[in-house]
C-alpha cells in the first residue's frame, strides 16, 4: 500500500468512526437476566467441540457461558495492556501520521472493555482474573518493539472478530449477546483494516534500520499466536463447568486434530497476512499450542 493509498485508507477510517460512533453506556439494553436455557456461545466454537471429550448438553451449555466470561475477560485485560503500548506511542514522530485515527482506535476499545465487563460483573459475578504474556526481555523501546505491539493487536483483533462475525449472526444466543458480538465486530473491522498496512510498515521501517532482528521478531508473533490460542482454554472455565478431569480434558482438547484445524481457521487471514507481507519467512503452526 503506497502513502498516499494508506492516507487515504486513514482519513476513510476516521470519517467511517466519526459516523458509526455510539454511547456505550446507552447503547445496549440491558436485561434483568440472561438466560441459562441458551447458548451464550455457537457450540462450534467451544473448545472442545469436534473432540467428544464431553458429550453432557448441561456441562456443554455451561462450558459456553464460562467461555463467554473467559473471552470478554481476555479482551478486558489483553487490551488494556495493548492500549498502554499504543498511547506511549502517540504524538511521537514516529506515529505523528496515525494521531487521528490512534484517537479512535482508543476511544473505541475504552468502549469495549467497558461493555465487556459490564457483561460479566452484571451476570457471572466479574471477570475472569487475567494471565500474562511475557513481553520480549531485550525489548528496548526501539522500532522492533513498534512492530511487535502493533502485531499483538493485529492478532488479537483477528481472533476476537473470528468469533463476534459469527455469534453476533446467531439466533441461538440471547440478544444481548448477539448485540455486543455485533457491535464489536463492526468497530474491529475497521481496527483490522487499519492495522495490517500499519504493521507492514513498521516491519519495513524496522527492517531497513535493524535487519538482524528479523527472526527474533518472528519467533515474539508467533509466540503470542500460539499463547492466544492456549488462552481460550480455560481451566477455570472448565473446573466452573463441571468438565470432569478438567486438566486433562483441557490438555487432550488443545492438541486434537479438530481443535489444531479449528486454531487454524481462527488465525487463516493474520497469518497469511505476515507470510504475504514477509512479516513472517514460513506460517505459523500450532505445534507447541499444547506446551
Request: net charge neutral; aromatic share 12%.
Amino acid at each position: 500500500m503506497t502513502d498516499d493509498v494508506f492516507t487515504e485508507t486513514l482519513a476513510r477510517l476516521s470519517v467511517k468512526s466519526r459516523s458509526d460512533h455510539y454511547n456505550p453506556y446507552t447503547r445496549f439494553s440491558w436485561p434483568t437476566e440472561v438466560s441459562t436455557e441458551r447458548w451464550w456461545m455457537s457450540p462450534e466454537y467451544l473448545t472442545v467441540h469436534g473432540t467428544g471429550l464431553v458429550e453432557d448438553e448441561n456441562v456443554l451449555r455451561a462450558l459456553a457461558r464460562q467461555e463467554t466470561i473467559n473471552l470478554f475477560s481476555l479482551h478486558v485485560h489483553g487490551i488494556r495492556d495493548l492500549i498502554s503500548a499504543v498511547c506511549q506511542r502517540m504524538h511521537t514522530p514516529g506515529f505523528s501520521d496515525y494521531n487521528e485515527y490512534l484517537h479512535h482506535f482508543i476511544g473505541e476499545e475504552n468502549s469495549h472493555m467497558w461493555f465487556f465487563a459490564e457483561f460479566c460483573d452484571r451476570y457471572a459475578g466479574g471477570l475472569h482474573p487475567p494471565t500474562a504474556f511475557p513481553l520480549r526481555t531485550d525489548s528496548r523501546g526501539d522500532l522492533w518493539d513498534d512492530v511487535a505491539t502493533f502485531a499483538r493487536v493485529l492478532v488479537f483483533e483477528e481472533i476476537f472478530d473470528f468469533y463476534n462475525s459469527r455469534m453476533g449472526r446467531d439466533p441461538r444466543l440471547p440478544a444481548i449477546l448477539r448485540d455486543i458480538h455485533a457491535v464489536h465486530h463492526r468497530d474491529e473491522s475497521r481496527h483490522v483494516a487499519f492495522g495490517k498496512p500499519l504493521v507492514r510498515r513498521l516491519h519495513e521501517r524496522a527492517r531497513e534500520a535493524d535487519p538482524g532482528r528479523c527472526g527474533e521478531i518472528e519467533r515474539h508473533i508467533k509466540g503470542y499466536m500460539s499463547y492466544s490460542v492456549r488462552s481460550l482454554y480455560s481451566p477455570r472455565a472448565f473446573r466452573a463447568a463441571g468438565v470432569r478431569k478438567p486438566l486433562e480434558t483441557r490438555r487432550r482438547a488443545m492438541t486434537h486434530p479438530a481443535r489444531r484445524a479449528f486454531h487454524a481457521r481462527a488465525l487463516a487471514r493474520v497469518n497469511k497476512y505476515f507470510v504475504n507481507s514477509g512479516i513472517l519467512q514460513a506460517a505459523w503452526e500450532d505445534d507447541d499450542v499444547h506446551s
